[in-house]
């Protein structure tokens, strides 16, 4: 299993990026995704999940009318559009696996501890 983000850059306030998580190892739909974010010196926190099988998202509320997720089960891959960027958006954006049957929506999307694997990041970084 294997999972491997892209996308991270240096935007100006109000900017946006597109991540990508290219998923390897597994079919898209036997996992939810979700994307997870560390600002330095804070605890990784959730930012938006997805499950393709069962047609579901989840943002966590400052997510929410700036970014989408969506997948594309024919590539395995999930993407995550990140529009308005602000600073307090900086940090290491990670894509993590859970296996759908035991995903619960937003539980597990704010449950970093409770993903089964992990890719190692892409850096946004937001400037003022």
């Known amino acids: 299993v294997q999972l491997v983000e892209s996308g991270g850059g240096l935007v100006q306030n109000g900017g946006s990026l597109r991540l990508t998580c290219v998923a390897s190892?597994?079919?898209?739909?036997?996992?939810?995704i979700g994307w997870f974010r560390q600002a330095p010196d804070q605890e990784r926190e959730g930012v938006s999940c997805?499950?393709?099988?069962?047609?579901?998202?989840y943002y966590v509320d400052n997510a929410k009318g700036r970014f989408t997720i969506s997948g594309d089960v024919a590539k395995n891959t999930v993407y995550l559009q990140m529009n308005n960027l602000k600073p307090e958006d900086t940090g290491i954006y990670y894509c993590?696996?859970?296996?759908?049957?035991?995903?619960?929506?937003?539980?597990?999307?704010?449950?970093?501890?409770?993903?089964?694997?992990w890719g190692k990041g892409t850096l946004v970084a937001v400037s003022s």
């Open positions: 997805i499950s393709t099988y069962e047609h579901s998202r």
């Open positions: 190892g597994f079919p898209l739909d036997d996992y939810a």
């Open positions: 993590a696996a859970k296996d759908f049957v035991f995903y619960v929506g937003g539980i597990s999307c704010r449950d970093p501890y409770g993903m089964d694997y």
